[in-house]
């Protein structure tokens, strides 16, 4: 008798590269890719240098990254203002300086994901809307990009100490300052706060909602656009 195919399949992929939205889910991403990858570089457009030849994004930093596969985070950019400008802990009238900042990293972060899809490779990119509380999601995704397996009782690992409480655990151990941090996790302090998606309401008024809907349209519709 035939005996059914058990074969496991591991991901062989050994260097990836991370290029996140800040306030996207990105530690959260980060802590799976180093559970799974053996090198992970990370990169946030707003602590980034993209270096470009015409219009072409040739780096981060220096970092030849076009050696290796990309891996995204991205959330509904007028959420990630609003995650900013909780950290920030700055006055009411600094907050639209910093949504403009903002709207400086979702360019960039485009940018850099457009160059790579011109060159002919594929970007995965993680939605945060449908992996903050579905890791299956992030799993299943790069098991198709990387045609391979992580098998059960890593994802179980994965899913109980990576988990929206261990994080809350560890802040609650930090303190309530953003600028400290768990160097073994990546949490900050003040990291987790509400997070559901559509939180913008509880940061802006009406008013600078519609504003911002206005100022980050182009950015809003592909965020849309990703599954």
Not at 55 to 70: I, S, Y
Request: aromatic fraction near 12%.
């Amino acid at each position: 008798m035939q005996m059914a195919n058990s074969t496991f399949n591991p991901i062989v992929e050994k260097t990836v590269l991370q290029w996140s939205i800040s306030r996207s889910g990105s530690t959260l991403v980060n802590r799976i890719l180093r559970n799974i990858f053996s090198e992970v570089h990370y990169f946030h457009p707003i602590d980034c240098i993209i270096q470009v030849f015409g219009c072409r994004v040739q780096g981060l930093g220096g970092f030849p990254t076009k050696e290796f596969p990309v891996i995204c985070t991205i959330r509904n950019p007028i959420d990630t203002a609003a995650s900013l400008v909780r950290i920030s802990k700055k006055k009411q009238e600094e907050h639209m300086s910093i949504c403009h900042e903002s709207l400086d990293h979702h360019r960039n972060f485009w940018e850099f994901v457009d160059s790579i899809r011109d060159d002919g490779k594929d970007v995965v990119i993680l939605k945060y809307e449908s992996f903050w509380n579905n890791f299956d999601y992030i799993f299943k995704k790069l098991e198709n990009r990387f045609n391979g397996t992580i098998d059960k009782e890593n994802r179980d690992l994965m899913k109980r100490d990576f988990s929206i409480s261990h994080h809350l655990d560890i802040q609650t151990k930090i303190g309530n300052d953003f600028n400290c941090i768990d160097d073994k996790s990546g949490v900050h302090g003040l990291h987790i706060q509400n997070p559901k998606p559509k939180t913008a309401q509880d940061i802006f008024d009406y008013r600078t909602i519609e504003s911002l809907q206005k100022e980050f349209k182009e950015f809003t519709a592909r965020w849309e656009e990703v599954e």
